[in-house]
């Protein structure tokens, strides 16, 4: 009930190859930029507002910093941040998933966890973690992976639980399938993509709270964001240079446009998979 | 025998038997209601506890320590002791989160390390201004939504132009309609700072921009979530059973009946964490110093009474609206509770 995030749009599959192009390609350019030096997006080497040419392909800011570059610096930063933080509360949820599917105490305190995850809102244990972490090395991709479990923690959990009582699992019990085996092979692979799909949407919500978090100036020091970037492009904006606000909104819109319509796309592949 | 016959008594016992029924079956939901409320505010008091012990926990193992956020890096060593004593840092954790939680359960949240002040009256003056800020614009939206979920004209149309600002964000979206509308190279129609602290026509006038902003927003984020609901609910047995029973006023309100019990819980916790995430945002964009603005400078300047006493309030409200949320659920569908 908390997510927002399931795709009505109706599209066609071209419409649909293409935005999906479009966040690859521009996933890509973050692999790109984890290689440039941090002199290359921080120094003000450029006249301040100069219009594209081919050393700035997207012109400089207000500050005379490049404008590429930055944005190469803030695609890259995805990778090192909301990447590995959503995958991180990705296991994370799995692993409480599967401790509150099972029965006794063990499983009580499981789902006492999740009830507990559950009531505190994501942004608040963002921000109190954003103190506490404050000069943690890696400290973004943490404060994802602490804020961000809950979101899909009980629907894994439903999942695990429905697997786990299927018939084929039953059966497999009764002709003795036990541990390992019967966890990966009967378990675990018909709700394989309904919990990749569950990655998807943790990675859109990190994507989404790494921008806001940029936007407020918390926890991100030293770097360069599509969140800063829309604050100093706003700044920039108000004295009628947008360049750097419609840089970082395009990105950041076309980016998460792209993961929603993976997220129909895996929704449709899943059920066609099902039936 | 009556001088009605056995027929009419017959039915008058029928219908007694029926009214028992009704009486039996509201007291029992009036005590299912009473335990689900019961059992929940225990739980929330609890939840907000335990949420207070890991903030605590978080703050207190925090780096910087405490001295150094206060007293500076150059702050020499008896400055940085007496800064301990006086904030009683090395206290141990649990009798530290008992002395928390009794304060706080007097309403005492003590004070802002950085200005000295005291964190409750400030508390409420800022929530005060924040609320008056996001909440015409959430409420407009979520109105606006429930009143076009069931519209068939034009909810294609709705339905992308919703998808696209969900996908645009919050952020995005507010910075975009802000540089449009009140820039000076956009079309500078509406003001964007100096919003006054009093009420007045000039203060609404203020208002303006930032309850578009959110309106439009919480709209593109309840309309989508409302019209698949609102498309279930139509699509459910006992709707399509009145509909083809030619009585179209029944079938209105049972699919009306069937909506407000999950749509009612749906906006009960969607609509109070949008807006707080809208209070830091707009508040940041529109400079104005309530809520959001405060709890952002705290975690920035690392202000840590500030944010635990932040943390403990809004876990509070949050765990009480869950409370709001079960009961309305049950109040709506007992099954739901069940399901």
């Given at each position: 009930m908390?997510?927002?995030?399931?795709?009505?749009?109706?599209?066609?599959g071209?419409?649909?190859?293409?935005?999906?192009?479009?966040?690859?390609?521009?996933m890509?350019?973050?692999?790109?930029?984890?290689?440039?030096?941090?002199?290359?997006?921080?120094?003000?080497?450029?006249?301040?507002?100069?219009k594209?040419s081919?050393?700035?392909?997207?012109?400089?800011?207000?500050?005379?910093?490049?404008?590429?570059?930055?944005?190469?610096?803030?695609?890259?930063?995805?990778?090192?941040?909301?990447?590995?933080?959503?995958?991180?509360?990705?296991?994370?949820?799995?692993?409480?998933?599967?401790?509150?599917?099972?029965?006794?105490?063990?499983?009580?305190?499981?789902?006492?966890?999740?009830?507990?995850?559950?009531?505190?809102?994501?942004?608040l244990?963002?921000?109190?973690?954003?103190?506490?972490?404050?000069?943690?090395p890696?400290?973004?991709?943490?404060?994802?992976?602490?804020?961000?479990?809950?979101?899909?923690a009980?629907?894994?959990?439903?999942?695990?639980?429905?697997?786990?009582?299927?018939?084929?699992?039953?059966?497999?019990q009764t002709?003795g399938?036990q541990?390992?085996?019967?966890?990966?092979r009967?378990?675990l692979?018909?709700?394989?993509p309904?919990?990749?799909?569950?990655?998807?949407?943790?990675w859109?919500?990190?994507?989404?709270w790494?921008?806001?978090?940029?936007?407020?100036?918390i926890?991100?020091?030293?770097?360069?964001?599509?969140?800063?970037?829309?604050?100093?492009?706003?700044?920039?904006?108000?004295?009628?240079?947008?360049?750097?606000?419609?840089?970082?909104?395009?990105?950041?819109s076309?980016?998460?446009?792209?993961?929603?319509?993976?997220?129909?796309?895996?929704?449709?592949r899943?059920r066609?998979?099902?039936? | 025998?009556?001088?009605?016959?056995?027929?009419?008594?017959?039915?008058?016992n029928s219908?007694?038997?029926?009214?028992?029924?009704?009486?039996?079956d509201?007291?029992?939901?009036?005590?299912?209601?009473l335990?689900?409320?019961?059992?929940?505010?225990?739980?929330?008091?609890?939840?907000?506890?335990?949420?207070?012990?890991l903030?605590?926990?978080?703050?207190r193992?925090?780096?910087?320590?405490?001295?150094?956020?206060i007293g500076?890096?150059?702050?020499?060593?008896?400055?940085?002791?007496?800064?301990?004593?006086?904030?009683?840092?090395?206290?141990?954790?649990?009798?530290a989160?008992?002395?928390?939680?009794?304060?706080?359960s007097?309403?005492?949240?003590?004070?802002?390390?950085?200005?000295?002040?005291?964190?409750g009256?400030?508390?409420r003056?800022?929530?005060?201004?924040?609320?008056?800020?996001?909440?015409?614009?959430?409420?407009?939206?979520?109105?606006?939504?429930?009143?076009?979920a069931?519209?068939?004209?034009?909810?294609?149309?709705?339905?992308?132009?919703?998808w696209?600002v969900?996908?645009?964000?919050?952020?995005?979206?507010?910075?975009?309609?802000?540089?449009?509308?009140?820039s000076?190279?956009?079309?500078?129609?509406?003001?964007?700072?100096?919003?006054?602290?009093?009420?007045?026509?000039?203060?609404?006038?203020?208002?303006?921009?930032?309850t578009?902003?959110?309106?439009?927003?919480?709209?593109?984020?309840?309309?989508?979530?409302?019209?698949?609901?609102?498309?279930?609910?139509?699509?459910?047995?006992?709707v399509l059973?009145?509909?083809a029973?030619?009585?179209?006023?029944?079938?209105?309100?049972?699919?009306?009946?069937a909506?407000?019990?999950?749509?009612?819980?749906?906006?009960?916790?969607?609509?109070?964490?949008?807006?707080?995430?809208?209070?830091?945002?707009?508040?940041q964009?529109?400079?104005?110093?309530?809520?959001?603005?405060?709890?952002?400078?705290?975690?920035?300047?690392?202000?840590?009474?500030?944010?635990?006493?932040?943390?403990?309030?809004?876990?509070?409200?949050?765990a009480?609206?869950?409370?709001?949320?079960?009961?309305?659920l049950q109040?709506?569908?007992?099954?739901?509770l069940?399901?």
């Amino acid at each position: 009930m908390r997510s927002t995030l399931s795709p009505p749009l109706r599209v066609s599959g071209l419409a649909l190859r293409l935005q999906q192009g479009l966040g690859l390609a521009l996933m890509a350019c973050g692999l790109l930029g984890l290689g440039q030096p941090a002199e290359r997006w921080m120094a003000l080497s450029l006249a301040p507002g100069i219009k594209p040419s081919w050393q700035a392909p997207f012109g400089a800011n207000a500050l005379g910093q490049d404008l590429f570059a930055r944005w190469l610096e803030a695609l890259a930063e995805l990778w090192r941040s909301s990447v590995p933080g959503a995958a991180m509360a990705w296991l994370l949820a799995l692993l409480l998933a599967v401790w509150a599917s099972q029965r006794g105490w063990r499983g009580a305190f499981g789902r006492w966890l999740l009830d507990l995850g559950d009531s505190l809102p994501g942004l608040l244990v963002l921000l109190a973690g954003a103190v506490a972490l404050a000069e943690v090395p890696g400290a973004s991709a943490l404060l994802f992976a602490l804020a961000l479990w809950p979101e899909v923690a009980r629907s894994m959990a439903q999942q695990w639980r429905s697997g786990q009582e299927a018939m084929h699992v039953l059966a497999a019990q009764t002709l003795g399938v036990q541990g390992a085996r019967l966890w990966w092979r009967h378990v675990l692979r018909p709700i394989w993509p309904l919990l990749l799909r569950q990655a998807l949407v943790l990675w859109i919500m990190a994507l989404k709270w790494g921008v806001l978090l940029g936007f407020l100036g918390i926890g991100q020091g030293g770097t360069c964001n599509l969140g800063n970037m829309l604050t100093q492009g706003l700044a920039a904006a108000r004295l009628g240079a947008p360049a750097e606000l419609l840089i970082a909104g395009i990105s950041l819109s076309c980016l998460t446009f792209a993961s929603l319509s993976a997220l129909q796309y895996s929704e449709r592949r899943t059920r066609e998979w099902n039936a | 025998m009556s001088a009605l016959g056995p027929e009419s008594k017959l039915e008058s016992n029928s219908e007694a038997g029926r009214e028992g029924a009704l009486t039996g079956d509201s007291r029992s939901l009036t005590a299912g209601l009473l335990r689900v409320v019961g059992r929940t505010l225990l739980r929330a008091g609890l939840l907000a506890c335990v949420a207070l012990a890991l903030c605590l926990a978080l703050l207190r193992q925090g780096a910087p320590p405490i001295e150094q956020v206060i007293g500076g890096r150059g702050a020499d060593a008896e400055a940085r002791a007496q800064i301990r004593r006086v904030l009683d840092a090395d206290q141990p954790f649990l009798s530290a989160w008992l002395a928390t939680v009794a304060a706080y359960s007097k309403a005492d949240f003590g004070r802002s390390w950085r200005t000295g002040a005291r964190i409750g009256p400030e508390l409420r003056v800022r929530l005060g201004r924040s609320l008056a800020l996001v909440l015409p614009g959430v409420l407009l939206g979520q109105i606006w939504a429930w009143r076009s979920a069931g519209a068939r004209r034009l909810s294609g149309f709705f339905e992308s132009a919703s998808w696209f600002v969900v996908a645009a964000g919050l952020v995005v979206f507010a910075t975009a309609l802000q540089w449009l509308l009140s820039s000076p190279g956009g079309l500078n129609w509406l003001p964007l700072h100096g919003m006054p602290a009093s009420f007045g026509a000039d203060w609404l006038w203020h208002l303006l921009l930032p309850t578009l902003t959110l309106g439009l927003f919480a709209y593109a984020n309840a309309y989508p979530a409302l019209r698949a609901l609102f498309e279930q609910t139509a699509a459910q047995s006992f709707v399509l059973g009145a509909r083809a029973r030619g009585t179209p006023g029944q079938a209105k309100a049972a699919r009306a009946r069937a909506m407000r019990g999950t749509a009612g819980a749906l906006l009960l916790y969607r609509v109070p964490l949008l807006a707080f995430a809208a209070m830091m945002v707009l508040e940041q964009i529109y400079g104005v110093p309530g809520f959001g603005e405060w709890l952002s400078r705290a975690v920035l300047d690392g202000d840590r009474p500030v944010v635990l006493a932040v943390t403990f309030v809004l876990a509070l409200l949050f765990a009480l609206l869950k409370v709001a949320e079960q009961v309305w659920l049950q109040w709506a569908d007992p099954r739901a509770l069940d399901a």
